[in-house]
């Protein structure tokens, strides 16, 4: 040690063992996997890690069902930042779902995560959908007599014997449902009605493997799970309507309005083919305190009408959740992610028309979400994001802004500049391309941050033509004079967006052109089934 004390050499030895563990944690080192919560026709799965400090490892994953031969692809699974926000936490992994799989199917997933700078893994699991709840297999079934009643008491059931409460007349009202706490319960097909001063028609705080299907609620709450939540539970079939007005006195956080149509939360819950209507809110999840464990939660193929707030309110959804394949017509706001707590969030082709205030309301530093294949006619702003964001992936989304009509909504929030494209703080880590924008009666103007919507977007399309996108579509120019017949808004053969979406595994990969169309439809494909299949 000539030359150097022996103080200089322990220093020396500590900042090389200190260097060597930094550069050590630039391979990925995988950890374990979850597949939590399946649905009926998504699973989920989160893959936990350390190190990839460079960032330069990726994550995909392959699926097949069991007794198939050919594997499919999946979307890559989206990388997720570790964070926190109002004493909500994550950690760092690779997360993702896949998408309209069959019901009550045993599947083989293959999961691989590649780093060039070592640790990478295949991993193989296996995991089920869950079946379609069936009330006519192997229940207990109360049949109700026609009448007026007060509260519906129910009992639990066993996940062996079920217990369903029907009225096979048609004819029972109650003003209340109680499945709070309960367990393995059917309500189906009865009309409850609850015009009380916030009167909720179903309570399901803490219920576990209930389904509602098929009943006629009014009410100025319809369903309802506060903490400790719902888990797994089945909402779907229903006309759930509330007493909000469609005017601009009603609109927005601080206007005249209340109820939520649908509000759960909990994890595993599965909201689809329901007419919701007439709410503040139409269907949410819980917010702030009131959120627990919101993940796996699956909005799809409803029907929403005039929610003066949040047509689809999925605030403080930690993963997984998927809204999906939604019709909007006359809401304040179209889809809310206020915030995602890391995210993933999807938002796939869902369809919406004269929104007011945002098609895409993306706030409290939300983070995660993955935009995907949505169709926005509206006033105001198209494709917008009014607040801070990170860690977005907007693809293949066709929308549309147009004039503002000078509309300021109650506590003073308005339509967006009108403008095709507004994103105004997008974040360093998310990504946007392969976007359709245009507007009507207006002139045009796009940007994505501070930048031209073309500089970001290389393989975007600008300066859309309303009528050549669409056949037929009025345009909302009386916003909130009138309730909206649902346009169609497939595109005509002469719209510049056919053929020219991204490619996107398990998203829409099964096109029928030479390429998906950007948007939530295909040219020439039927319409989904929004709102009750039976």
């Given at each position: 040690m000539k030359g150097m004390n022996r103080l200089h050499f322990v220093l020396l030895l500590l900042t090389i063992g200190l260097n060597g563990r930094l550069l050590a944690q630039k391979n990925i080192v995988p950890g374990k996997i979850d597949v939590p919560y399946p649905t009926l026709i998504h699973l989920a799965f989160e893959w936990y890690f350390e190190g990839d400090n460079n960032n330069n490892s990726s994550a995909t994953i392959m699926f097949r069902e069991n007794s198939a031969a050919d594997w499919r692809e999946g979307m890559p699974l989206r990388r997720i930042e570790k964070g926190e926000y109002e004493g909500f936490q994550w950690k760092n992994r690779y997360s993702g779902s896949l998408f309209d799989?069959?019901?009550?199917?045993?599947?083989?997933?293959?999961?691989t995560i590649s780093d060039p700078d070592g640790g990478g893994v295949e991993r193989t699991v296996?995991?089920?959908?869950?079946?379609?709840?069936?009330?006519?297999?192997?229940?207990?079934?109360?049949?109700?007599?026609?009448?007026?009643?007060?509260?519906?008491v129910t009992k639990s059931g066993t996940p062996e014997k079920p217990v369903v409460y029907t009225c096979s007349s048609g004819g029972a009202k109650f003003q209340y449902v109680d499945l709070r706490y309960r367990k393995h319960v059917f309500i189906q097909g009865l009309n409850i009605e609850n015009l009380s001063t916030e009167g909720i028609g179903i309570g399901m705080d803490g219920a576990v493997d209930c389904s509602i299907i098929?009943?006629?609620?009014?009410?100025?709450?319809?369903?309802?799970?506060?903490?400790?939540?719902?888990?797994?539970?089945?909402?779907?079939?229903?006309?759930?309507?509330?007493?909000?007005?469609?005017?601009?006195?009603?609109?927005?956080?601080?206007?005249?309005?209340?109820?939520?149509?649908i509000q759960l939360t909990g994890p595993g819950n599965v909201i689809c083919y329901n007419r919701v209507s007439a709410f503040r809110d139409c269907i949410s999840t819980m917010e702030g305190v009131r959120a627990?464990?919101?993940?796996?939660?699956?909005?799809?193929?409803?029907?929403?009408?005039?929610?003066?707030?949040?047509?689809?309110?999925?605030?403080?959804?930690?993963?997984?959740?998927?809204?999906v394949r939604n019709r909007i017509t006359d809401c304040c706001v179209g889809l809310s992610s206020q915030p995602s707590l890391g995210g993933p969030t999807y938002f796939i082709r869902n369809v919406m028309y004269n929104i007011v205030h945002s098609g895409f309301?993306?706030?409290?530093?939300?983070?995660?979400?993955?935009?995907?294949?949505?169709?926005l006619v509206k006033i105001g702003v198209g494709l917008g994001g009014n607040s801070k964001m990170d860690y977005a992936y907007f693809r293949n989304n066709l929308t549309f802004g147009?004039?503002?009509?000078?509309?300021?909504?109650?506590?003073?929030?308005?339509?967006?500049?009108?403008?095709?494209?507004?994103?105004?703080?997008p974040g360093a880590h998310s990504d946007f391309d392969y976007d359709a924008v245009g507007v009507w009666g207006t002139k045009y103007a796009a940007r994505i941050g501070k930048k031209r919507f073309g500089v970001v977007e290389k393989n975007g399309i600008e300066r859309l033509d309303i009528g050549k996108t669409f056949s037929n579509v009025p345009l909302p120019e009386k916003p909130l004079n009138t309730t909206n017949t649902v346009p169609d808004l497939r595109p005509s053969h002469e719209a510049k967006v056919i053929d020219r979406a991204q490619i996107i595994p398990n998203i829409n990969d099964r096109f029928t052109g030479a390429a998906p169309?950007?948007?939530?439809?295909?040219?020439?494909?039927?319409l989904p089934q929004y709102g009750p299949t039976l």
């Open positions: 799989l069959k019901p009550g199917t045993q599947y083989e997933i293959r999961l296996e995991v089920a959908t869950r079946k379609v709840p069936d009330p006519r297999i192997n229940t207990e079934i109360i049949d109700i007599e026609p009448g007026d009643y007060d509260t519906l098929g009943n006629n609620i009014h009410a100025v709450y319809g369903i309802v799970a506060d903490i400790p939540g719902a888990t797994n539970c089945y909402v779907s079939n229903n006309i759930i309507t509330g007493t909000c007005k469609w005017a601009l006195s009603s609109l927005g956080n601080d206007g005249e309005n209340i109820g939520e149509g627990t464990d919101q993940v796996c939660v699956d909005i799809y193929n409803n029907d929403i009408s005039q929610g003066v707030d949040d047509a689809i309110e999925a605030d403080f959804c930690a993963s997984n959740c998927r809204i309301k993306l706030k409290r530093f939300s983070r995660g979400d993955v935009v995907l294949h949505n169709t147009g004039p503002t009509y000078g509309i300021i909504i109650p506590g003073g929030y308005d339509t967006g500049r009108p403008f095709a494209a507004d994103i105004i703080e169309d950007i948007g939530a439809y295909e040219e020439g494909s039927d």
